[in-house]
């Protein structure tokens, strides 16, 4: 049996896939199923249904892959002490960013970081909030950038910087006539929003006070926020954004953008990790470069904006 083994299994488990844990774990599909399969054999039972779609762990499975879990988690502990020792900026880091973060915010910083730290390897996956909370506290991953405090004695959590919300509106909409938009303007009619469980429309309805809109709109949450984008932008409906996002739009694209009226909802970007996690330098650095990589102005709070 070797970490190698546990960790392929690990990653079996987190995609129900053996090819996609293949891909996260940059082996070949052959390779990672003839290493499984050895230890397998090793154990003397199956790991996994391989019967069933998505793949699945057996009941023997489920009980080796929580201890798996514990003792990869302190293998990773003795490497990091001599990492945070050494103040070693290399080897993997496992970082879990929202959906609606990643990709306004990655592109502002991880390109510089991987080309300033080569030796880092740096693996993002995106998930909920609350997928996020247990894989924190599982060890699943190192660290996580969320845009809410989750207020649990066994994480830590420091912000990063916060970030206005904007409509996004169609010509054809009325609310395009408007310079802001007051949260009286809103209905259900027309507005496209993510799925239930992404903070960022649950703070939007709470903010907006639109509960109603829960039963109304069933038919148009199913979607991503680029989907409903371009739904708007082909003419139908209104969306919202975060600010990140408005810094990536064309001039044609940002003439659809609607601040909010003051006070202006806003989210807080928080940068989450386990107590016990100990690779501070590691962290520091993370820390900076995000900051550094959004406008100063964002840094902190401002009069006109609310906290949702």
């Not at 990653?11 to 996609?20: E, G, M, S």
């Not at 020792?85 to 959906?99: N, Q």
């Not at 009619?189 to 509960?211: A, P, S």
């Not at 919202?240 to 044609?252: G, K, N, T, Y």
Request: net charge negative; with cysteine.
């Amino acid at each position: 049996m070797t970490i190698q083994q546990l960790e392929y299994i690990l990653a079996v488990d987190q995609f129900r896939h053996f090819a996609r844990a293949a891909e996260y774990c940059r082996v070949t599909q052959p390779t990672l199923s003839a290493m499984i399969q050895k230890l397998e054999e090793e154990l003397g039972v199956k790991l996994f249904d391989r019967s069933v779609t998505p793949v699945c762990p057996t009941a023997v499975g489920e009980k080796v892959i929580k201890q798996a879990r514990t003792v990869l988690s302190e293998a990773a502990q003795v490497k990091e002490i001599i990492s945070e020792d050494r103040h070693s900026l290399s080897g993997t880091f496992r970082l879990a960013v929202l959906p609606t973060i990643a990709p306004y915010l990655l592109p502002r910083f991880f390109p510089q970081l991987m080309e300033k730290y080569p030796d880092l390897d740096i693996r993002v996956t995106e998930m909920k909030t609350q997928d996020i909370r247990q894989a924190l506290l599982t060890k699943e991953v190192d660290a996580a950038i969320i845009a809410s405090l989750l207020e649990d004695n066994a994480l830590s959590e420091e912000t990063l910087f916060y970030e206005q919300f904007y409509g996004y509106v169609s010509r054809k909409e009325p609310l395009f006539k408007h310079d802001v938009i007051r949260t009286s303007d809103i209905t259900g009619e027309r507005l496209w929003l993510l799925d239930e469980g992404h903070c960022f429309r649950d703070q939007l309805v709470r903010f907006c006070q639109m509960e109603a809109v829960k039963i109304s709109q069933m038919a148009y949450r199913l979607g991503s926020m680029e989907t409903f984008m371009h739904m708007v932008e082909s003419g139908k409906g209104i969306t919202f954004i975060p600010e990140l996002a408005v810094m990536q739009l064309s001039d044609s694209q940002k003439e659809l953008v609607r601040p909010f009226a003051i006070p202006r909802p806003t989210r807080q970007i928080v940068l989450t990790t386990s107590k016990d996690f100990i690779r501070n330098s590691l962290l520091q650095v993370l820390k900076e470069e995000i900051r550094n990589a959004v406008p100063k102005e964002m840094l902190a709070l401002q009069p006109m904006q609310c906290l949702v």
